[in-house]
């Protein structure tokens, strides 16, 4: 494919860290060193983007929520549709179609300056008296992006569900997130590595923002009951922060295990590889797993994962190879169990962990699936802009000197 000029738009954008932060950074430099042009589109904030190997454009709208890290308003719009006129993109590829800034960069791309756009979904609706009001929102929003990828099979049910009827005929590609295998390695020697970070014995890490859905407040009950089965020798790490971070610290008071049980806390990414790398077991308690970035950490550190059988995670996790997929609660429990008690099947199934994202998730490999998507998006977007003439009436009615946009 010649070289494109790509703009990747979502609210979620460093300094603020997380999936989807990562994966449009890892994305952007990838496609950069397959020999495109990335430029990112998000908002505010104060981060040393001259670090980074591609373009980042910085916009702030009059509404600006900061606990959601979104901002959004029509002098936002019109200062990126100024940048588009400049840079004339081939494509927009925006990021979460919960986010303000990647639905209306989406929707100025093909609906104003008439680029294709796609949207990828990273997350699921979740549970909501709102719901209703909300999809609704979202399929009036979504109408005229060009296509959509999902990051999992259980993202892209949801996400047709979402749409309904509305979806069309236009495409849903199921693209896994990528990882970045060289950053993600085993250890040299296990043991040794969790010498250095002062650990001993059966090493079994979580590592999730601290909130309900994630479940992670369970913990502390599975290590007293682990603990009771298979005595001392076994440490449980739990690596992030969040709302249920009080909460997750009085359980463990409660169950009486904080000498095996430890809060880490925040961690950047370096020291987070560290801890997998010294880990025996990674232990995912959530069902609502969009995908499942963390527990393919965990994979390509060569660490065995025991996750329920929900969601995103158990498209990337193999029972009885790359771990064990459980059913419920109680399921969950047992496989734990019996993977603290066995050794070899941890080191079988750890070895088989890196095998499998080296040949499934590698991001060379997820990059040229983004592009394939970008190649159809590309040419099979019809030309018509989005509601330009349309807009031309509704101006006529008075917004049309509004100035929101310069066409």
């Known amino acids: ?30 496609l950069m060193s ?9 908002r505010f904030g104060d981060y040393p983007d001259e670090s980074l ?31 588009y006129k400049k840079e004339h993109f081939d494509v927009t590829h925006g990021h979460s179609i919960y986010s303000p800034i990647a639905v209306g960069v989406a929707n100025l791309s093909k609906g104003i ?57 236009r495409p849903v590609y199921t693209i896994p997130n990528g990882i970045d295998t060289e950053f993600w390695r085993p250890p040299e020697d ?11 014995g059966t090493v079994i890490t979580t590592t999730s923002r601290l909130t309900k ?94 996750a329920n059988n929900h969601g995103g995670i158990s498209e990337i996790v193999e029972h009885g190879r790359t771990g064990l997929i459980s059913h419920d609660d109680s399921t969950l429990m047992g496989n734990l169990s019996e993977l603290t008690a066995d050794d070899r099947l941890r080191e079988e199934l750890g070895r088989n962990a890196r095998k499998s994202v080296e040949n499934r998730f590698n991001w060379e490999m997820v990059a040229s699936m983004v592009l394939d998507a970008y190649r159809k998006t590309m040419e099979e977007s019809d030309a018509q802009p989005f509601v330009l003439y349309k807009l031309h009436q509704i101006m006529k009615q008075g917004i049309a000197n509004s100035g929101v946009f310069n066409l």
């Open 34 to 42: 397959m020999g495109h042009e990335v430029h990112v589109i998000t």
């Open 53 to 83: 190997p591609y373009e980042v454009h910085r916009f702030k709208g009059k509404v600006t929520i900061n606990s959601l890290h979104v901002s959004a308003g029509p002098d936002m719009l019109k200062a990126v549709n100024e940048l």
């Open 113 to 169: 300056r008439g680029i294709p756009s796609l949207l990828t979904n990273h997350s699921f609706l979740g549970n909501s008296p709102l719901n209703p009001a909300y999809i609704t929102m979202l399929r009036i929003s979504l109408r005229k992006v060009d296509a959509f990828v999902a990051v999992s099979e259980a993202v892209e049910r949801d996400l047709r569900s979402i749409l309904g009827g509305s979806i069309g005929e």
């Open 213 to 306: 859905r994630k479940r992670v407040h369970l913990i502390p009950q599975i290590a007293k009951a682990i603990r009771e089965e298979h005595g001392d020798g076994i440490t449980f790490l739990i690596i992030g922060d969040g709302p249920e971070r009080r909460n997750i610290e009085r359980l463990i008071r409660a169950y009486n295990v904080g000498d095996i049980v430890k809060l880490i806390g925040r961690q950047p990414r370096e020291r987070v590889r560290d801890y997998l790398q010294a880990s025996d077991i990674y232990l995912s308690p959530t069902i609502y797993e969009a995908f499942g970035i963390a527990a393919l950490e965990a994979l390509s550190c060569g660490v065995p994962v025991v």
């Open 190 to 200: 296990r043991e040794e590595q969790k010498a250095r970070m002062g650990l001993e």
């Open 1 to 30: 494919m010649e070289s494109l000029k790509i703009a990747l738009a979502s609210d979620w954008f460093f300094p603020s860290v997380g999936g989807i932060e990562y994966h449009i950074h890892d994305l952007a430099t990838h």
